[in-house]
Protein backbone atom coordinates (compact mmCIF):
# COMPACT_ATOMS: atom_id res chain seq x y z
CA UNK A 1 0.00 0.00 0.00
CA UNK A 2 1.33 3.46 -1.10
CA UNK A 3 0.56 6.30 1.18
CA UNK A 4 -0.23 9.93 0.03
CA UNK A 5 3.36 11.26 0.94
CA UNK A 6 4.92 8.59 -1.32
CA UNK A 7 2.86 8.71 -4.36
CA UNK A 8 3.48 12.26 -4.17
CA UNK A 9 7.07 12.56 -3.64
CA UNK A 10 6.98 9.46 -6.99
CA UNK A 11 4.30 11.67 -9.49
CA UNK A 12 6.82 14.79 -8.84
CA UNK A 13 9.59 13.35 -9.45
CA UNK A 14 7.92 11.45 -12.81
CA UNK A 15 7.25 15.07 -13.85
CA UNK A 16 10.71 16.52 -13.21
CA UNK A 17 12.31 13.41 -15.27
CA UNK A 18 10.08 13.49 -18.03
CA UNK A 19 10.20 16.60 -18.51
CA UNK A 20 14.03 16.82 -18.08
CA UNK A 21 13.68 19.46 -15.29
CA UNK A 22 16.59 18.39 -13.25
CA UNK A 23 19.40 18.48 -16.04
CA UNK A 24 17.49 21.51 -18.00
CA UNK A 25 21.40 23.20 -18.15
CA UNK A 26 22.64 20.01 -20.34
CA UNK A 27 20.08 20.50 -23.37
CA UNK A 28 22.49 22.84 -25.15
CA UNK A 29 21.69 21.77 -28.96
CA UNK A 30 19.19 21.76 -30.84
CA UNK A 31 18.87 20.49 -34.83
CA UNK A 32 18.35 22.91 -37.56
CA UNK A 33 15.51 23.18 -39.80
CA UNK A 34 14.45 24.87 -42.16
CA UNK A 35 16.96 27.61 -43.34
CA UNK A 36 19.03 24.52 -44.89
CA UNK A 37 18.13 22.57 -47.96
CA UNK A 38 16.95 19.36 -47.73
CA UNK A 39 19.48 18.01 -49.94
CA UNK A 40 22.57 19.55 -47.63
CA UNK A 41 20.48 18.12 -44.66
CA UNK A 42 20.88 14.27 -46.28
CA UNK A 43 24.27 14.40 -47.25
CA UNK A 44 25.57 15.86 -43.38
CA UNK A 45 23.28 12.62 -42.26
CA UNK A 46 25.16 10.18 -44.93
CA UNK A 47 28.42 11.33 -42.98
CA UNK A 48 26.87 10.17 -39.22
CA UNK A 49 26.57 13.89 -38.27
CA UNK A 50 23.68 16.63 -37.66
CA UNK A 51 23.45 20.47 -38.07
CA UNK A 52 22.90 21.56 -34.65
CA UNK A 53 22.44 25.21 -33.07
CA UNK A 54 23.65 26.53 -29.77
CA UNK A 55 21.02 27.08 -27.35
CA UNK A 56 20.71 28.47 -23.83
CA UNK A 57 18.01 26.74 -21.82
CA UNK A 58 15.11 28.40 -20.84
CA UNK A 59 13.31 27.07 -17.66
CA UNK A 60 10.22 29.27 -17.92
CA UNK A 61 9.58 28.47 -21.68
CA UNK A 62 9.93 24.52 -20.46
CA UNK A 63 7.52 25.42 -17.73
CA UNK A 64 5.25 26.53 -20.38
CA UNK A 65 6.10 23.85 -23.13
CA UNK A 66 6.99 26.14 -25.84
CA UNK A 67 10.64 24.44 -26.49
CA UNK A 68 11.22 21.10 -28.07
CA UNK A 69 13.68 18.96 -25.44
CA UNK A 70 16.67 18.11 -27.14
CA UNK A 71 16.70 14.98 -24.10
CA UNK A 72 13.45 14.96 -22.31
CA UNK A 73 10.56 13.06 -23.54
CA UNK A 74 7.36 15.27 -23.41
CA UNK A 75 7.51 19.16 -24.79
CA UNK A 76 4.11 19.59 -23.04
CA UNK A 77 5.47 21.33 -20.03
CA UNK A 78 4.89 21.14 -16.51
CA UNK A 79 0.93 23.36 -16.85
CA UNK A 80 -0.24 20.74 -19.35
CA UNK A 81 1.36 18.16 -17.37
CA UNK A 82 -0.19 19.10 -14.19
CA UNK A 83 -3.53 19.30 -16.25
CA UNK A 84 -3.21 16.18 -17.22
CA UNK A 85 -2.45 14.86 -13.69
CA UNK A 86 -6.24 16.34 -12.21
CA UNK A 87 -7.88 14.96 -15.49
CA UNK A 88 -6.19 11.24 -14.76
CA UNK A 89 -6.88 11.78 -10.92
CA UNK A 90 -10.50 13.39 -11.13
CA UNK A 91 -11.82 10.65 -13.05
CA UNK A 92 -10.14 8.08 -11.25
CA UNK A 93 -11.98 10.03 -8.05
CA UNK A 94 -15.49 9.80 -9.88
CA UNK A 95 -15.23 6.98 -10.76
CA UNK A 96 -15.24 8.23 -14.65
CA UNK A 97 -15.04 4.49 -16.81
CA UNK A 98 -12.63 4.16 -19.47
CA UNK A 99 -9.52 3.75 -20.74
CA UNK A 100 -6.60 6.75 -21.14
CA UNK A 101 -5.25 7.64 -24.84
CA UNK A 102 -3.21 9.73 -26.91
CA UNK A 103 -3.01 10.70 -30.26
CA UNK A 104 -0.10 12.16 -31.48
CA UNK A 105 2.60 10.91 -28.69
CA UNK A 106 6.20 11.59 -30.28
CA UNK A 107 8.79 10.41 -27.37
CA UNK A 108 5.33 8.97 -25.21
CA UNK A 109 5.89 11.39 -22.24
CA UNK A 110 2.78 11.90 -21.30
CA UNK A 111 1.58 8.54 -21.98
CA UNK A 112 4.56 7.02 -19.56
CA UNK A 113 3.27 10.14 -17.28
CA UNK A 114 -0.47 8.56 -17.60
CA UNK A 115 0.68 4.75 -16.45
CA UNK A 116 3.00 6.22 -13.65
CA UNK A 117 -0.19 7.92 -12.34
CA UNK A 118 -2.38 4.52 -12.49
CA UNK A 119 1.00 2.83 -10.80
CA UNK A 120 0.87 5.28 -8.17
CA UNK A 121 -2.80 4.82 -7.25
CA UNK A 122 -2.33 0.73 -7.87
CA UNK A 123 -4.89 0.82 -10.94
CA UNK A 124 -5.03 -2.49 -12.30
CA UNK A 125 -8.19 -2.11 -14.72
CA UNK A 126 -7.39 0.48 -16.97
CA UNK A 127 -5.09 0.96 -19.81
CA UNK A 128 -3.57 3.25 -21.39
CA UNK A 129 -3.11 3.35 -25.13
CA UNK A 130 -0.35 5.09 -27.15
CA UNK A 131 -1.71 6.09 -30.52
CA UNK A 132 1.26 7.57 -33.41
CA UNK A 133 2.47 7.16 -36.60
CA UNK A 134 5.76 6.74 -34.74
CA UNK A 135 7.28 7.98 -38.55
CA UNK A 136 6.15 11.86 -37.92
CA UNK A 137 3.19 13.70 -39.06
CA UNK A 138 1.54 12.85 -42.25
CA UNK A 139 2.08 15.45 -45.57
CA UNK A 140 -0.82 18.02 -45.78
CA UNK A 141 -3.51 17.24 -48.19
CA UNK A 142 -4.37 20.16 -49.04
CA UNK A 143 -7.16 18.80 -51.54
CA UNK A 144 -9.53 17.78 -48.43
CA UNK A 145 -8.03 20.02 -46.01
CA UNK A 146 -7.32 22.91 -47.19
CA UNK A 147 -6.32 24.55 -43.39
CA UNK A 148 -3.41 22.44 -43.09
CA UNK A 149 -1.74 24.20 -46.25
CA UNK A 150 1.78 25.16 -45.96
CA UNK A 151 2.16 23.37 -42.69
CA UNK A 152 4.34 20.55 -43.97
CA UNK A 153 5.70 19.36 -40.21
CA UNK A 154 6.50 15.53 -42.39
CA UNK A 155 10.29 16.25 -43.04
CA UNK A 156 11.34 17.13 -39.63
CA UNK A 157 13.42 13.99 -38.45
CA UNK A 158 13.07 15.35 -34.67
CA UNK A 159 9.35 14.89 -34.42
CA UNK A 160 10.18 11.30 -36.17
CA UNK A 161 10.31 8.80 -32.82
CA UNK A 162 10.05 4.95 -33.44
CA UNK A 163 7.86 2.67 -31.99
CA UNK A 164 10.79 0.98 -30.55
CA UNK A 165 12.00 3.97 -29.33
CA UNK A 166 8.96 4.77 -27.54
CA UNK A 167 8.43 1.32 -25.74
CA UNK A 168 12.36 1.47 -24.60
CA UNK A 169 11.20 5.01 -23.06
CA UNK A 170 8.40 2.94 -21.13
CA UNK A 171 11.09 0.61 -19.89
CA UNK A 172 12.93 3.24 -18.64
CA UNK A 173 10.83 3.78 -15.85
CA UNK A 174 9.91 0.41 -15.54
CA UNK A 175 6.27 1.36 -17.02
CA UNK A 176 6.12 -1.13 -20.39
CA UNK A 177 3.73 -3.85 -18.82
CA UNK A 178 0.43 -5.20 -20.37
CA UNK A 179 -1.82 -2.04 -19.28
CA UNK A 180 0.11 -0.32 -22.40
CA UNK A 181 -1.04 -0.31 -25.86
CA UNK A 182 -0.11 0.80 -28.66
CA UNK A 183 -1.84 1.79 -32.07
CA UNK A 184 1.04 2.05 -35.09
CA UNK A 185 -0.24 3.86 -37.70
CA UNK A 186 -1.76 6.87 -39.37
CA UNK A 187 -4.93 8.00 -37.47
CA UNK A 188 -7.26 8.21 -40.04
CA UNK A 189 -6.18 3.88 -40.22
CA UNK A 190 -6.38 3.12 -37.05
CA UNK A 191 -8.40 5.13 -34.68
CA UNK A 192 -11.91 4.08 -36.51
CA UNK A 193 -11.10 0.58 -35.38
CA UNK A 194 -9.19 1.23 -32.06
CA UNK A 195 -10.45 -1.73 -30.01
CA UNK A 196 -11.18 0.44 -26.67
CA UNK A 197 -15.04 0.81 -25.15
CA UNK A 198 -14.64 3.58 -23.56
CA UNK A 199 -12.23 6.26 -22.58
CA UNK A 200 -11.84 8.73 -19.67
CA UNK A 201 -9.44 10.77 -20.79
CA UNK A 202 -8.75 11.47 -24.52
CA UNK A 203 -5.70 13.67 -25.18
CA UNK A 204 -4.74 15.12 -28.51
CA UNK A 205 -1.50 16.33 -29.64
CA UNK A 206 -1.62 15.96 -33.77
CA UNK A 207 -1.14 19.48 -34.53
CA UNK A 208 -3.04 19.47 -37.70
CA UNK A 209 -6.51 19.74 -39.09
CA UNK A 210 -6.83 16.38 -40.06
CA UNK A 211 -5.11 14.54 -37.32
CA UNK A 212 -7.15 16.40 -34.77
CA UNK A 213 -10.15 15.65 -36.64
CA UNK A 214 -9.52 12.15 -37.29
CA UNK A 215 -9.08 11.90 -33.43
CA UNK A 216 -12.29 13.53 -32.23
CA UNK A 217 -13.87 11.64 -35.15
CA UNK A 218 -13.10 8.69 -34.17
CA UNK A 219 -12.82 8.40 -30.52
CA UNK A 220 -15.19 11.39 -28.92
CA UNK A 221 -18.51 9.11 -28.70
CA UNK A 222 -16.32 6.84 -26.67
CA UNK A 223 -15.06 9.30 -24.27
CA UNK A 224 -17.27 8.43 -20.99
CA UNK A 225 -19.83 11.00 -19.39
CA UNK A 226 -17.64 12.82 -16.73
CA UNK A 227 -14.08 12.16 -19.05
CA UNK A 228 -12.10 14.56 -20.51
CA UNK A 229 -10.98 15.87 -23.62
CA UNK A 230 -7.54 17.72 -23.61
CA UNK A 231 -6.23 19.52 -26.68
CA UNK A 232 -2.23 20.25 -27.10
CA UNK A 233 -2.19 22.07 -30.02
CA UNK A 234 -4.90 25.04 -29.70
CA UNK A 235 -2.04 27.64 -30.41
CA UNK A 236 -2.11 26.40 -33.75
CA UNK A 237 -4.58 27.24 -36.28
CA UNK A 238 -5.58 24.23 -37.83
CA UNK A 239 -5.94 22.45 -34.47
CA UNK A 240 -8.27 25.35 -33.64
CA UNK A 241 -10.59 25.38 -36.92
CA UNK A 242 -10.75 21.49 -36.47
CA UNK A 243 -12.06 21.93 -32.84
CA UNK A 244 -14.40 24.50 -33.33
CA UNK A 245 -15.86 22.70 -36.73
CA UNK A 246 -15.71 19.53 -34.71
CA UNK A 247 -17.94 21.00 -31.50
CA UNK A 248 -20.08 23.17 -33.80
CA UNK A 249 -21.17 20.08 -36.15
CA UNK A 250 -22.02 17.44 -32.86
CA UNK A 251 -23.51 21.07 -30.60
CA UNK A 252 -20.94 20.48 -27.92
CA UNK A 253 -21.59 23.63 -25.44
CA UNK A 254 -19.71 22.23 -22.82
CA UNK A 255 -16.79 25.27 -22.04
CA UNK A 256 -13.21 25.32 -23.32
CA UNK A 257 -11.30 26.11 -20.51
CA UNK A 258 -7.54 27.17 -21.13
CA UNK A 259 -4.34 25.46 -19.51
CA UNK A 260 -1.52 27.50 -20.70
CA UNK A 261 -0.74 29.78 -24.26
CA UNK A 262 -1.15 26.07 -26.13
CA UNK A 263 -3.04 24.04 -24.31
CA UNK A 264 -7.04 24.00 -23.50
CA UNK A 265 -9.70 21.11 -22.51
CA UNK A 266 -13.38 20.44 -21.77
CA UNK A 267 -14.80 17.79 -19.59
CA UNK A 268 -17.86 16.21 -21.20
CA UNK A 269 -21.09 16.48 -19.84
CA UNK A 270 -22.11 14.22 -17.25
CA UNK A 271 -25.72 14.03 -17.85
Known amino acids: MINNAQKELYVELLKKTILFEIWLEHEQYL ?36 DWPQIGHSMIGRLRM ?18 FIETGVWRGGSCIF ?13 QVWVADSFEGLPA ?32 K ?17 TLPTAPMNKIAVLR ?7 STMDSLTSLYHKVSPGGFIIIDDYCLHMCVAAVSDFREQYQITEPLIQIDACGWYWRKNSN
Open 204 to 210: LDGDLYE
Open 82 to 99: DNLQMCVETVLRDGVEGD
Open 114 to 126: MRGLLKAHEITDR
Open 140 to 171: PNDELYPQDKGMDLSTIDFLKISLEQVQENFR
Open 173 to 189: YDLLDEQVRFLKGWFKD
Open 31 to 66: PVYGDIHQSIIEAVHQQGLEIVQKITPNKEQRFQGL
